[in-house]
């Protein structure tokens, strides 16, 4: 099978994985390419409904599932589709198998390329090696921008008509472009010279800080060791995603409203 001695290649390790015909990743019980091809096509699709399914929020999703989904009936196929929307889930054939796999662990290189020592001749394979060593080497990765931050209506953080630092939270979905993050928790730490929001950390590998104030800043930080490899895309998409728009905003889902919209501007003392 030519994507499993492509993926050996760049060492990625072949394991069992939730209903899946084949799972591979660096780490175990973390799938990167998970694959499913069975002949008959209602055992594939409730193969892939037990994974995204709500009652299977316990399960680690792998980070990019591979369908051979041609005999699937349309009714299914409108579902699969659906959660493709959601999900990194790649529909190929037997003949696209191995240019798909290829095309997203490149992608996958790219986004996490800060993990990836200069001057690697294969840099998916180096990046293997830096992901199984996150949990012992706690790599953690910060940054601080000068920035404009509009703010909307903060009336959810008050206690007692009073912006003071309290526990308050509401889930905040951050977005740049295209690239978003949902459930987001930043609640007021700070409130004398400048509005400091930090967001509940809760043992999570992302941490966003905005400072509002005659000197506004945004600070992110992910912390690799207590992450999965969705987070850590999820993260890394958005850093991205930032860096080229300049603009990362925190919307209050329910409602659409922005409650923090950031601006970058010139800073001759960026950390980045």
């Known amino acids: 099978m030519k994507l499993e001695q492509y993926l050996q290649e760049n ?20 799938p990167i390419i998970a ?42 196929r409108s579902m699969l589709d659906n959660l493709a ?58 940054y601080s921008y000068k920035v404009k931050i509009e703010t909307g209506n903060l009336d959810i953080y008050k206690e007692n008509n009073e912006l003071n630092p309290n526990r308050k939270t509401i889930p905040l979905t951050a977005t740049s ?20 929001f930090d967001t509940e950390h809760r043992n999570l590998p992302m941490v966003y800080k905005l400072i509002i104030g005659e000197d506004s800043r945004l600070v992110t930080r992910f912390e690799a060791d207590k992450g999965n ?15 080229e728009s300049k603009r990362l905003a925190f919307i209050e889902p329910n409602t659409g409203d922005i409650l923090f919209d950031c601006t970058r501007i010139p800073d001759d003392n960026r950390d980045d």
């Open 85 to 142: 929307s959601q999900y990194n889930i790649q529909k190929v054939s037997e003949d696209t198998l191995l240019d798909t796999a290829t095309e997203q662990l490149d992608y996958l290189a790219s986004i996490l390329n800060e993990y990836i020592p200069e001057n690697r001749e294969n840099p998916l394979k180096a990046l293997g090696a830096s992901i199984k060593g996150w949990r012992q080497e706690k790599p953690a990765k910060e």
């Open 229 to 243: 490899i969705i987070e850590a895309t999820g993260f890394w998409e958005l850093y991205h995603a930032f860096n």
């Open 11 to 30: 060492g990625l390790t072949r394991t069992e994985f939730h209903g899946t015909t084949y799972a591979w990743g660096f780490r175990e019980n973390e």
């Open 35 to 76: 694959y499913i091809n069975e002949k008959d096509p209602g055992v594939s699709f409730q193969s892939i409904m037990s994974l995204y399914w709500a009652s299977a929020d316990y399960i680690t999703k792998p980070w990019c599932l591979l369908v051979e989904a041609e005999n699937i009936p349309p009714h299914q």
């Open 177 to 196: 472009g295209k690239k978003r993050i949902e459930s987001i928790l930043p609640r007021l730490v700070e409130a004398e010279k400048n509005l400091v």
